[in-house]
């Protein structure tokens, strides 16, 4: 690989890390937005399935 081959490369790789560190950022906002309305959620009702979508029992 040439010097310029190598410099473009490097640049490459860090414009992919900042693209994943902003990825990485807007899944973290994204879980605590939905924590936070799950929050809001949970005192209104109880659900009525559970994540693998079969149905909560009620006793």
């Known amino acids: 690989m040439t010097d ?3 410099s ?3 640049e490459a790789i860090r414009q ?3 693209a ?3 990825l ?3 899944n973290a906002a994204l ?3 939905m924590a936070d309305a799950d929050e809001v959620d949970s005192d209104e009702r ?3 399935r559970y994540l693998d ?3 909560c029992a009620r006793g």
Do not use: H, K, N
């Open 4 to 6: 310029d081959q190598v």
């Open 8 to 10: 473009e490369l490097i």
């Open 16 to 18: 992919q890390t900042e």
């Open 20 to 22: 994943i560190t902003r």
């Open 24 to 26: 990485a950022d807007s």
């Open 31 to 33: 879980v605590a937005a």
């Open 46 to 48: 109880e659900p009525d």
């Open 53 to 55: 979508g079969t149905p």
